[in-house]
C-alpha cells in the first residue's frame, strides 16, 4: 500500500512475538511522558540518592578520599542491610510520587475516549492491556528501585570481596523482592485508580488519600479498640511490615509495638488487596459498558 | 479522492497470509453463525442466529436495538455468546478470538482515539498491536492515511479534527494492518453529502479490490444499498431477511406497479389467468409480476375488456426499503 499507489493491500511482512506486544503501550506512552520537562527532571533527580549512596559505598573503602574530609573508616555510614533498607524506602517514596505524576492518566485517558474498543479489537487481550499500562510504571520504579540497588549492591560486593557477598547475598534478594512487592502495589494500585476515576486531580488526590485515610482509620481503630489489628487497613503499616521481614527486620525507623502487624498478616491483606484492584480492573477495562 | 481501485486486484483466497498467524480456511463462509445467543443478565440480545454468509460486502440492517452492533461485538469477541457460537473464515470465535482479530479491522459507531496523539502516531500504535513491527506499521500508517485522504493532516492532533476526518482516522485504523475482514459501524453518522460520499467511495474501492471482505452497520439504507451486496436485517435479536441485492432486482425486473379505477378484484384474476402473479396494494392499485410472454399491451386489453381504467402503470423493482419494510411488517408487524 504505497502511497503513491492509493490502493488497499493486505500487509504481508513479518510480525512481532505475540508476548511482546504489551510493550508497545509503554514505549508510545514515554513519548508523552518525556515531553515534560517537570516529569524528565524530577526523573533525573531520583538517581540523586543512587549516586549519593554509591559515593558513601566509594568513601567507605578509600581512606585516602576519606583523609580529605578528616574521617576515618568507621566515621561513615555501615554498608549493611539497614543501608540498603533505607535507600530502598526512600527510592520507593520516589516512585509513589512518579505514580502520583504519571498514574492518573495511563487509562482514563482511553476510557474517556472510548480507546478501549481499538485496542481489544485487534490481537490484544485485556490482561494485556492492564499489564502494558502498569509496565509504564513497572519500568520506570524499576529504572529508580531495585535496578541501581542492585547495582549499588555489586559495587558494595565488589569492594568488599567475596567473603562479605556471601554472608549478604539475601540482601540483593531483599532488595528485587521489596522492590517488586511496592513497584506492583503502586502499579496496580494506581491503573485502577485511573480506570475508575477519570479526573486526574482527582485520582492524584485518591493515590495520596488511600495511603493517608487508611493510615488515619488504622490508628483509629487501633486507639479505639486498644488492638493492634486496625493496623490490616493500614496500607504504610503493611508495606513496613512486608519491607521490615525482608531486610530481617534490620529497620533504619522501627515502628511502635502496638502498630506492629504478624508478618503473615501483612502480606495476606496485601494479597487481598491487590486481588480487590484486579477485581475492580475487570469489572472496568472492557470493550463495552453491558447494561443488563 | 482520485479512482484507487488496484490494477491487479487479487482474488480473496490468495490473499497473503500473515507468517505468525495461522492459516484461515480459504474456503469456508466469511461468516457462519452457528445458533449464536447472546444474552446481558437475563436479558436475550442475540437469538440463535444461524446462516452462512459469503458476500464482498453484507449489509447490516435493523431497527434501534435489533441487535446489530452487538452481533458486530460478538464477532469481535467483545460479548462471549452464551449459547452457540459463530465462525469467521473458518474460525471459532470463542476458541480463536486472537487469530480471529488479527485478520480483522473495525470501525467503531462511537469517536474512538485518542486525542492528544497525532494522527499519524494514533494509526501506527494500532498498527503495532495487530502485531506489525515498528517500521512498517509507521510505513502502513502513512499509506493508510494518504489512502483515506489524510495525507496532509496526518501530522495534527486527532482532538483537532472535524467529525469528517475522525471518521477516515477510524477508518484507517481500521485498515492499516491489512485485514481481510472490515466491520463498520454506521460509517457515515454525521457526515455532510460530500463527506459521506467519499466515504462510500472509499467502502466500494475497498470491496472492489477484492482483498477484504465488509461488514456494514447502517441505519442510512442508501449507505447500504450503494456498498453491499447482501444484506442481513435484525429484528428483535433474530435474521429477519438475508438475501442478495442483486439476485433480488433481478428476481424483481418485471414488477408493475399499477394505479386503476373500476372494479380491480376482476381484473386483477384476469391478469392472474394469464400466469402472473399479483398484489392487492393501496384501494387503487396493485402490484404485478408480469411473466415471460406477457406484454403491457395485454394488461390494456384485459382492462378495456374488464372496464377498468389504468391511470397509471410504473416498470418498479422492490427496492431495499420495500425489501427493509417487508421485514420489518412481518411477525408482529411492529416497526
Known amino acids: ?292 | 479522492m482520485e479512482n484507487a481501485l488496484p490494477k491487479t486486484a487479487e482474488p480473496v483466497g490468495t490473499v497473503d497470509v500473515l507468517p505468525n498467524t495461522p492459516e484461515l480456511v480459504p474456503t469456508a463462509p466469511v461468516i457462519r453463525l452457528d445458533n449464536l445467543s447472546i444474552t446481558f443478565g437475563k436479558r436475550p440480545i442475540l437469538r440463535e442466529l444461524r446462516g452462512e454468509f459469503r458476500g464482498r460486502a453484507i449489509g447490516l440492517l435493523g431497527p434501534n436495538g435489533a441487535g446489530k452492533t452487538t452481533l458486530i461485538h460478538a464477532l469481535l469477541g467483545f460479548h462471549p455468546p452464551s449459547s452457540g457460537t459463530a465462525h469467521i473464515f473458518g474460525r471459532d470465535i470463542k476458541t480463536d478470538a486472537k487469530q480471529i482479530r488479527g485478520r480483522i479491522g473495525y470501525m467503531p459507531e462511537r469517536d474512538s482515539f485518542i486525542a492528544n496523539m497525532t494522527c499519524v502516531h494514533f494509526v501506527r500504535l494500532m498498527a503495532e498491536l495487530s502485531g506489525l513491527p515498528p517500521d512498517a506499521a509507521l510505513e502502513r500508517a502513512h499509506e493508510a492515511l494518504f489512502y483515506v485522504g489524510l495525507g496532509e493532516a496526518r501530522y495534527r492532533k486527532l482532538g483537532t479534527y472535524s467529525l469528517g476526518m475522525k471518521q477516515l482516522a477510524k477508518l484507517a485504523q481500521a485498515i492499516v494492518h491489512g485485514p481481510r475482514l472490515i466491520f463498520l459501524d454506521e460509517p457515515t453518522n454525521g457526515l455532510d453529502p460530500p463527506a459521506r460520499q467519499r466515504m462510500l467511495e472509499l467502502i466500494r474501492q475497498i470491496r472492489d479490490s477484492g482483498l477484504a471482505s465488509i461488514v456494514l452497520s447502517s441505519h442510512l439504507l442508501r449507505d447500504v444499498e450503494e456498498c453491499c451486496e447482501e444484506i442481513l436485517i435484525v429484528k428483535q435479536g433474530r435474521i429477519a431477511v438475508y438475501c442478495n441485492l442483486e439476485e433480488e432486482r433481478r428476481a424483481n425486473r418485471k414488477f408493475l406497479e399499477i394505479e386503476t379505477r373500476g372494479p380491480r378484484e376482476p381484473f386483477a384474476e384476469a391478469i392472474a389467468a394469464l400466469g402472473c402473479e399479483y398484489a392487492l396494494t393501496t384501494e387503487h392499485r396493485l402490484k404485478v409480476v408480469l411473466q415471460d410472454g406477457v406484454e403491457i399491451r395485454d394488461l390494456y386489453r384485459i382492462a378495456a375488456e374488464q372496464e377498468v381504467q389504468i391511470r397509471r402503470l410504473n416498470f418498479k423493482r422492490d427496492s431495499l426499503e420495500d425489501i427493509f419494510l417487508k421485514a420489518m411488517e412481518d411477525g408482529n408487524g411492529s416497526i
Open chain 1, 1 to 292: 500500500m504505497a502511497v503513491y499507489e492509493h490502493t488497499y493491500k493486505p500487509y504481508a511482512g513479518p510480525l512481532t512475538p505475540e508476548w511482546s506486544r504489551f510493550l508497545i503501550l509503554p514505549r508510545h506512552a514515554y513519548r508523552d511522558v518525556f515531553k515534560s520537562k517537570l516529569f524528565t527532571g524530577f526523573f533525573a533527580l531520583c538517581f540523586v540518592c543512587p549516586l549519593i549512596m554509591a559515593i558513601l559505598v566509594y568513601l567507605k573503602h578509600n581512606t585516602a578520599a576519606l583523609a580529605i574530609f578528616n574521617l576515618k573508616p568507621g566515621d561513615t555510614a555501615a554498608i549493611n542491610a539497614g543501608f540498603f533498607h533505607f535507600y530502598i524506602s526512600f527510592q520507593c517514596g520516589l516512585g509513589f510520587l512518579l505514580t502520583v505524576l504519571i498514574g492518573p492518566v495511563l487509562i482514563s485517558r482511553d476510557l474517556a475516549n472510548n480507546a478501549l474498543p481499538l485496542y481489544l479489537c485487534r490481537p490484544f487481550s485485556r490482561a494485556e492491556y492492564v499489564i502494558g499500562k502498569m509496565s509504564v510504571l513497572m519500568i520506570l520504579i524499576s529504572a529508580i528501585t531495585w535496578l541501581p540497588g542492585l547495582l549499588l549492591f555489586s559495587f558494595e560486593a565488589y569492594l568488599e570481596g567475596g567473603s562479605w557477598i556471601a554472608s549478604n547475598f539475601w540482601i540483593a534478594g531483599s532488595i528485587f523482592a521489596a522492590s517488586w512487592v511496592w513497584i506492583i502495589l503502586l502499579s496496580l494500585l494506581s491503573v485502577t485508580m485511573s480506570a475508575w476515576v477519570k479526573w486526574r486531580m482527582a485520582a492524584s488526590a485518591g493515590l495520596f488519600g488511600l495511603f493517608i485515610i487508611s493510615n488515619v482509620m488504622g490508628l483509629m481503630i487501633n486507639g479505639v479498640l486498644h488492638t493492634r489489628w486496625g493496623s490490616l487497613i493500614n496500607l504504610a503499616v503493611i508495606m513496613k511490615t512486608i519491607e521490615d521481614s525482608l531486610f530481617r527486620d534490620v529497620n533504619s525507623m522501627d515502628l511502635p509495638q502496638w502498630m506492629v502487624l504478624p508478618t503473615g498478616a501483612a502480606w495476606f491483606t496485601l494479597g487481598l488487596f491487590l486481588a480487590f484492584c484486579l477485581f475492580l480492573l475487570t469489572r472496568k477495562v472492557r470493550a463495552y459498558e453491558v447494561v443488563r
